[in-house]
Structures are given as structure tokens and as C-alpha cells.
């Protein structure tokens, strides 16, 4: 079964520094999908950054940018340049590749930005 | 364009009652999918339609069901409501289901049971 793990329950950044999220997965699969979703206090999910398995270059958002490890498992989020708007809950997501269904999410990590 | 819209915003039952949960997709969105939000949790899978088909189902009992209609708007309905049913169930409409697609979320039922 797919796991996907978030060790991190909380992180505190000040603004305009750089932070770094962190989330691992297990899967047997070789084609998936990853994604970091953002969920502010309130308001809806929104995502953040996508990442296919079989690329092997980083995807990258404006700040926003992953480190993906397929051998490790790995897939952190870096916030560079943190803004106050950027706190909020941040998920890490698996989806395979060769069907419709199933999103795996984990526990998600609370982001603060200190002023 | 509107986004994801569900409704009611928010509910109050009580056990062994009987909910629906409303989602109408973004428009000329025909994926619909449907989580399960514990508070301090990410979410859980629970269904995914796509042109009114069930494509795909999460581990969840029977009590929990979902159709989606012509108009690809869907419904969630939980049958014989329990104290643990109480969280925040969202709704995400895609444009063909497809893994690599972007999922777009509502802004959420939350359900309180008593």
C-alpha cells in the first residue's frame, strides 16, 4: 500500500528566509505523481507544485521548488523568500500513474512565518 | 469562472442519521472526487467519478456512498452516521481524472455528529 509521510507536524520560518519541508513515500510503482498542496487557515487547498516520477529534473513554482529523490523516496518542498501569505497547512501527495483513483495524502505539516 | 462549490457549508446530525453533501465541479470539469478530512489529518480518499462512473473507491464501509449526475455535479451520502464521521469532506473536480491533472478543491462541508 502507499504511504506517504510528513515528519514534520510543524516549522516556523521568518520571512524572507528559506525553508524546507519534508516528506517521504513508499510505492512499489515506477509511475507516479507528487504534489504538495497548500490549505490555509479557512480557506481552500490549492496546489502548489507537481512533480512526474519518470522526470528527473526538479520541478519548480516561482519560490516554490522540490528535491526529488525517486531512490530515496523523497520529496521536499523548498520555500525560498518566505511571504506571511505562505503559512498555512502544507500536504504532500501521491498519485499513481496508471489509473484514475486513489490520492494519498500525509498528515501535512503547519507553516509559520514570523513577521 | 466559479470554482468547486459544495454545499451545505456546514451540518449538524446526529447518530444513525442520514447526510448528503453536494458538489458541482468547475464547469466543463467531469472528474469528481470526494475526501475525508479529520481534523489534524490529511485527507482520505473516499470516491472518484468520471462521466458518472465509479472509478475508483477508498476504504471506507458501505455506510458511504456517491453518485455523480449528467450535469457531473455529485453527491456523497453516509448512511447510519457515526461519531467518527465528523470532519471536513471536500470535494475536487478534475477535467478527465487523469493522475498528472491538477485537482481543483471546494471549499469544504464540515460535519459535526452528535
Known amino acids: 500500500a502507499q504511504t506517504v509521510t510528513q515528519s514534520q507536524p510543524e516549522m516556523s520560518v521568518q520571512e524572507a528566509e528559506t525553508v524546507t519541508l519534508s516528506c517521504t513515500y513508499d510505492?512499489?510503482?515506477?509511475?507516479?505523481?507528487l504534489f504538495w498542496y497548500k490549505q490555509p487557515p479557512s480557506r481552500q487547498m490549492i496546489l502548489v507544485i507537481r512533480q512526474e516520477a519518470y522526470k528527473q529534473q526538479n520541478a519548480t513554482e516561482n519560490r516554490f521548488s522540490v528535491n526529488f529523490q525517486k531512490a530515496a523516496k523523497s520529496f521536499s518542498l523548498k520555500i525560498s523568500d518566505s511571504q506571511l501569505g505562505d503559512a498555512a497547512m502544507y500536504f504532500c501527495a501521491y498519485r499513481r500513474g496508471n489509473n484514475f483513483n486513489k490520492f494519498y495524502f500525509g498528515s501535512g505539516t503547519k507553516l509559520n512565518v514570523k513577521p | 469562472d466559479a470554482g468547486v462549490t459544495q454545499s451545505p457549508t456546514h451540518l449538524i446530525k446526529t447518530r444513525g442519521q442520514q447526510v448528503t453533501l453536494r458538489c458541482s465541479p468547475i464547469?466543463?470539469?467531469?472528474?469528481v472526487s470526494w475526501y475525508q478530512q479529520v481534523l489534524g489529518q490529511g485527507p482520505q480518499f473516499i470516491f472518484q467519478y468520471y462521466e458518472k462512473e465509479e472509478r475508483g473507491r477508498g476504504n471506507f464501509p458501505d455506510r458511504f456512498s456517491a453518485r455523480q449526475f449528467p450535469n457531473y455535479s455529485s453527491e456523497l451520502n453516509v448512511n447510519a452516521l457515526l461519531l467518527g464521521d465528523s470532519a471536513l469532506y471536500l470535494c475536487?473536480?478534475?477535467?478527465?481524472?487523469?493522475?498528472?491533472?491538477?485537482?481543483?478543491f471546494g471549499p469544504g462541508t464540515r460535519l459535526l455528529v452528535l
Open positions: 475536487a473536480s478534475s477535467l478527465a481524472g487523469q493522475p498528472q491533472e491538477t485537482q481543483y
Open positions: 464547469s466543463g470539469h467531469k472528474s
Open positions: 510505492t512499489s510503482e515506477s509511475d507516479y505523481y
